[in-house]
C-alpha cells in the first residue's frame, strides 16, 4: 500500500477526489495482476474519467516499460531518470507466487473450447456465398416481369454428401463468415490490410451509441485523446451516409442492401431496372464505398483527436465515403477501441472485426446486467410467418429442380422440409392431429418450455444431423438460390408486391432464423430451453407463435474472453451483490479471490434523503405487491401522497412504476377520481412514453418546465412531475441532475412478472445448481407446464436458494439503478423515497437478509428505515429542503 499510495495520474484535469484517488490506484494494480476485477462506482462520481486515466496511464506505463526492456535487449542504454519515481518503484512483480489466482483457470478446457469452435465452424457461411446470393436476390427482383431469367442460375450445384462431417460442393469456397453474425460483421473485401498492431490494447465496451460517445467527451478531456490512438467501432444503422439505404429502417434490412451494394460494386456498370409496379430503380455499387475514399477518411481521422460516432458521420458525409468501415480500417493499429457489448462479447463479431484480444485489457462498463446480456445475444427464435415463407419457398424450389438435382442436394432439401414442417405443426394449434407423441407440449395453454433433448424427440428430427446440415447450409449456398428463385417466382406471377421480398419476413430472414435455432439445437442439454409460445387470438387480429432458444449459462461464453484477455474489468455505478455475476460468469472463482472495489459517494451524507415509506397520507400501509397494487385505495393512498409532496418538494419529481401497463392503469385512475387535477395544480405531469424515439422530446419539455416553473413560492405552480418505468429508457441511462431531480420516488418492489417463462426457466436454471429434486416434482405434477402466473409465484415460492436470491436481486438492481439517476455532482442534493412497507424495518430487530440490504453503501448508510406515519416524512423533507434552500441563498 505504500507504493500505491506513490501514484499519481496527471492526466486526470482535476484535482480528484479521494475516492476517485482510491479507484484509479485500484484499477492499476488490478491491471497489473490480471485477470478479473469488479469496480463499483456510484453515479455521478466520476467513473469513466476515472477509467480512462488510470487505464490509459497503465498502458502508456507498460508500453514504456516493454520498449525499455527491448532497448536494453539490444544493447541500448535507457535513460532512468526520464521515467517517473513512483513507477520505477511500482514495477509489478511477476513472480508466479505473487499472482492471486491463474487466470487459466477461469473458463473451459482447451477440449471444450475446440469442440465449440469445430461446431461453430462447421455452421457458418461462406462470404463469397453471402455476397453472390444477394447478388442475384437484387437481379431478381429489379428484372421486369415479362424479362425471362434462366432457372439454371438458381440451380444448386452437385453436392457430394459423404464424408465424416458432410461434403463438398464443386463451387469454390472462398472465406467464411459466420452464419450467426450479429447483423454487422462482415467486412468489405480489400479494406483488411494486414498492419503491424500494437501488442496489448485497451477495449472500452458499453451498452449504448449514447455512453460510448459519453465516453469519447470525457476522453477528450485527457492528453491521452492526442496521444492514443482511438478508434469508435458502431454499427452499421449509426454509421451509414446512403440515404437510400437508411431509408430502409431496420438493421437487418440495411445490413443486408450494405451487402449486396459490396457485389454491386466490383467492376459492374450502373444499370437501369424497372420492378413489376413500374418503378425504377439504379443498381449500382454504394458510392462510399471506395478503396481511395476510405484511405482518404482514414488519413482524415488518424489526424484529429478521439472521435465519436456523430463526428465520425460528420467526416464521412463530407467526404463522401462510408464511416463504418473507414472507422474499422483505423481499429488495427489503435491503441484504445471503443465498441457496443455485441462486437466484443459476440464470437462471430469478434473473428469479423478482427479483434485480438490476447494479452489486453477488457473493460466492460455499465456490467450491472451482464449475465442476462450476454446470454441473450445467443438466443434464437423463429415465427411462424416466417416458417410459413420458408415452407413455400422450399417447396416451390424442389418442385422446379428435384429432378435436376443430385442426390445429396435432394437429401439435405428434404431435410430442410422435414424440419420447418415439424416446427410448423408445434404451433399450429390441432388438437385433432397431434403432430408428435407425447402431451407435455400439447398441454400447454400459451406457452412451454422443453430441454434441447425432449423438444428433439418429442418432433421425432432426434436422427438428424444438424452438423451436418449446417455445413451443408453454408457450403451449398442454399439460402440464396432458394431465396432468389423464390422472389423471382413472386414477381414473375404478380402474388407479391415488388417490395415484399425485402421485408422483414424475407425467406432470407428465415433461412437465418432458421439456421440460429438449429444451431442452437447443437447444444449441450443443459445449456438452455426451448420456448414454445402458441398463436393466439387478440382483440388486434392474431399474435404469432413462435419457437425460441433460451441460453441460461453465459459461463463458457464469457470464457472465451477471460481465457484471451490480460485482465478483464466490470465496472459500474451499482454491482452489488457480487455472488450472482461471480456464480453466473466466473464460478470457478471464489469469492475471496474476486479483487473488488466500491467506495461512498463524492456527496456528503446531509446531500441525500432516503426515506423507506410505510404509511400514506391517511394513514393506510402501502402494499404494491402483485395482489395489492391493483386495488382503488392503494391507488388512490398513493396518489394523496403524491398531491402532498407537491406541496413540500421544489421543482422535480421523477416517480417510477414496475410496468407501463400499472403507470397507465394509476394515471386513468388518478383521472377519473379528479386527484390529477389536484396534483396538477401543484406541478405538471409528463408521461415517459413507450416509444423511444419520442422520449427525447418529453424530456427536453419536462426539464425546461422545470426550469422555468420553479419557484420558492409553494402556493403557486412549481416544477412538474415525470411518471417514468423502472427498466424502462428513463431508468436505464437518464440522468436528472439538480432541480430535474430533487426527488425520487419508487412505487413498490418492481419484481419482473412470474408469468415471464424466460424468467421462471433461468430462476429454475440457477436454483437447480443447489437443488433438482423439487422441479421434478413440480414437472411430474404437470404444474410447470400451464404457464400461469400462480404457477409461476408457486416455482418462486419453491426456491430456497440462488434461485430466490437471483429473482430478489432482478428487482434490487432495478430500483438501484432508478434512484441513482438524481445525484450527479457532489453539489447535487435530493430525496428518495421507497414507498413500500416491505422497504420498512428495523435493522436491530431482524435476524434475516432484508431487500435494504442491497441497496448501495451510499444510500444505505443514510435510509430512514422507519418512520412512523406520513407526517413524520412530511417534516424530514420540509427541513430537507429548506436546509438546502437556506444554502443557496447564501
Request: aromatic fraction near 8%.
Amino acid at each position: 500500500m505504500e507504493k500505491a499510495t506513490e501514484m499519481e495520474f496527471p492526466a486526470f484535469p482535476y484535482k480528484p477526489y479521494s475516492i476517485q484517488l482510491d479507484f484509479m490506484k485500484f484499477l492499476y494494480q488490478s491491471l497489473d495482476k490480471g485477470g478479473v476485477s469488479m469496480l463499483e462506482s456510484p453515479t455521478g462520481t466520476g467513473k469513466t474519467l476515472s477509467m480512462i486515466c488510470s487505464a490509459l496511464q497503465w498502458l502508456v506505463d507498460k508500453k514504456n516499460l516493454e520498449n525499455f526492456k527491448t532497448n536494453n535487449e539490444d544493447g541500448k542504454s535507457g535513460d532512468d531518470d526520464d521515467e517517473p519515481d513512483w513507477m520505477k518503484n511500482y514495477v509489478p512483480n511477476k513472480e508466479p507466487d505473487l499472482a492471486p489466482v491463474p487466470r487459466r483457470k477461469i473458463g473451459f478446457s482447451s477440449g471444450k473450447r475446440e469442440k465449440e469452435e469445430t461446431v461453430r465452424h462447421l455452421s457458418s457461411l461462406s462470404r463469397e456465398g453471402v455476397e453472390e446470393g444477394n447478388a442475384i436476390g437484387k437481379l431478381v427482383r429489379n428484372a421486369k416481369v415479362d424479362d425471362e431469367v434462366d432457372d439454371k442460375e438458381f440451380l444448386l450445384e452437385e453436392y457430394d454428401s459423404e464424408g465424416e462431417y458432410g461434403g463438398k460442393s464443386k463451387r469454390k469456397n472462398c472465406g467464411v463468415d459466420d452464419l450467426f453474425s450479429s447483423d454487422e460483421e462482415e467486412e468489405v473485401d480489400g479494406f483488411g490490410e494486414d498492419e503491424e498492431e500494437p501488442k496489448i490494447k485497451v477495449y472500452f465496451c458499453s451498452r449504448t451509441h449514447s455512453q460510448l460517445s459519453q465516453f469519447v467527451k470525457e476522453l477528450r478531456k485527457t492528453k491521452f485523446a492526442s496521444e492514443l490512438k482511438v478508434v469508435c467501432l458502431g454499427s452499421r444503422k449509426s454509421l451509414c451516409i446512403n440515404e437510400e439505404v437508411l431509408k430502409l429502417g431496420s438493421s437487418t434490412r440495411i445490413n443486408e442492401r450494405c451487402l449486396e451494394l459490396q457485389k454491386n460494386k466490383k467492376n459492374e456498370p450502373s444499370k437501369i431496372k424497372k420492378l413489376g409496379s413500374g418503378k425504377k430503380v439504379r443498381c449500382t455499387g454504394c458510392p462510399m464505398l471506395r478503396n481511395r475514399k476510405i484511405e482518404e477518411f482514414r488519413n482524415e481521422i488518424i489526424q484529429l483527436e478521439a472521435l465519436d460516432i456523430e463526428d465520425l458521420v460528420r467526416i464521412g458525409r463530407n467526404l463522401g465515403t462510408c464511416p463504418y468501415y473507414g472507422s474499422r480500417r483505423m481499429m488495427p493499429t489503435a491503441d484504445l477501441v471503443v465498441l457496443p457489448y455485441q462486437s466484443l462479447l459476440s464470437k462471430a463479431s469478434r473473428e469479423s472485426l478482427g479483434l485480438n484480444l490476447k494479452d489486453s485489457v477488457i473493460i466492460i462498463d455499465e456490467a450491472h446486467n451482464l449475465a442476462d446480456t450476454l446470454t441473450s445475444m445467443y438466443d434464437a427464435k423463429i415465427t411462424a410467418p416466417q416458417l410459413n415463407h420458408l415452407e413455400a419457398h422450399l417447396n416451390g424450389y424442389f418442385q422446379r429442380f428435384r429432378n435436376l438435382l443430385g442426390p445429396g442436394n435432394r437429401r439435405y432439401i428434404q431435410t430442410l422440409m422435414v424440419l420447418t414442417r415439424a416446427f410448423l405443426k408445434v404451433l399450429r394449434d390441432d388438437h385433432t392431429d397431434p403432430p408428435y407423441d407425447g402431451e407435455e407440449i400439447k398441454s400447454a395453454s400459451d406457452s412451454s418450455s422443453m430441454s434441447i433433448n425432449e423438444f428433439l424427440f418429442a418432433l421425432n428430427i432426434d436422427n438428424i444431423n444438424l452438423i451436418r446440415l449446417l455445413l451443408y447450409m453454408k457450403e451449398s449456398n442454399i439460402i440464396y438460390k432458394v431465396s432468389g428463385y423464390g422472389d423471382k417466382v413472386a414477381i414473375s406471377q404478380k402474388v407479391e408486391d415488388s417490395e415484399a421480398v425485402v421485408e422483414e419476413e424475407s425467406a432470407i430472414s428465415g433461412f437465418r432464423a432458421l439456421a440460429d435455432m438449429l444451431f442452437s439445437l447443437t447444444n449441450k442439454d443443459c445449456d438452455g430451453k426451448i420456448i414454445i409460445s402458441m398463436p393466439k387470438q387478440t382483440c388486434n387480429g392474431q399474435e404469432r407463435g413462435y419457437i425460441k432458444y433460451v441460453m441460461l449459462t453465459g459461463e463458457k461464453i464469457f470464457s472465451q474472453v477471460l481465457d484471451q484477455a490480460h485482465a478483464v474489468i466490470l465496472a459500474g455505478g451499482t454491482l452489488q451483490p457480487i455472488e450472482e455475476t461471480k456464480e453466473r460468469l466466473f464460478p470457478s472463482l471464489q469469492l475471496d479471490q474476486l479483487p473488488f472495489f466500491s467506495c461512498s459517494h463524492i456527496i456528503p451524507p446531509k446531500n441525500i434523503l432516503p426515506i423507506a415509506v410505510k404509511h400514506g397520507p391517511s394513514g393506510q400501509s402501502f402494499d404494491f405487491s402483485y395482489k395489492g397494487r391493483g386495488s382503488s385505495t392503494m391507488i388512490g393512498e398513493l396518489g394523496l401522497l403524491l398531491s402532498n409532496l407537491s406541496t413540500v418538494v421544489p421543482q422535480g419529481v421523477v416517480v417510477f412504476f414496475s410496468s407501463f401497463d400499472y403507470e397507465a392503469k394509476v394515471y386513468n385512475s388518478w383521472k377519473a377520481s379528479g386527484i390529477l387535477s389536484r396534483i396538477m395544480k401543484k406541478k405538471r405531469i409528463f408521461r415517459e412514453p413507450r416509444k423511444s424515439t419520442e422520449i427525447e422530446a418529453v424530456l427536453t419539455e419536462y426539464k425546461e418546465t422545470v426550469d422555468s416553473l420553479s419557484t420558492n413560492n409553494l402556493t403557486s405552480c412549481n416544477g412538474a412531475i415525470l411518471l417514468a418505468v423502472v427498466g424502462g429508457k428513463i431508468s436505464e441511462g437518464i440522468n436528472f441532475s439538480d432541480g430535474s431531480g430533487r426527488c425520487i420516488v419508487m412505487v413498490g418492489l418492481p419484481y419482473p412478472s412470474p408469468s415471464d417463462i424466460e424468467l421462471i426457466e433461468r430462476v429454475k436454471h440457477i436454483e437447480g445448481l443447489e437443488n433438482t429434486t423439487m422441479f421434478r416434482n413440480l414437472k411430474s405434477s404437470n404444474q410447470c407446464q400451464n404457464r400461469d402466473l400462480d404457477t409461476g409465484f408457486q416455482i418462486l415460492r419453491s426456491c430456497k436458494g440462488r434461485g430466490k436470491e437471483y429473482y430478489e436481486n432482478l428487482c434490487m438492481k432495478a430500483v438501484n439503478q432508478s434512484i441513482g439517476r438524481a445525484i450527479r455532482h457532489i453539489n447535487d442534493y435530493a430525496a428518495i423515497l421507497l414507498i413500500d412497507a416491505r422497504y420498512a424495518s428495523d435493522p436491530t430487530k431482524r435476524s434475516f437478509s432484508h431487500s435494504t440490504d442491497k441497496l448501495p453503501q451510499w444510500i444505505k448508510s443514510c435510509l430512514v428505515t422507519t418512520t412512523h406515519n406520513y407526517g413524520e416524512v412530511h417534516r424530514l423533507l420540509h427541513q430537507f429542503f429548506k436546509f438546502h434552500n437556506n444554502k443557496e441563498k447564501q
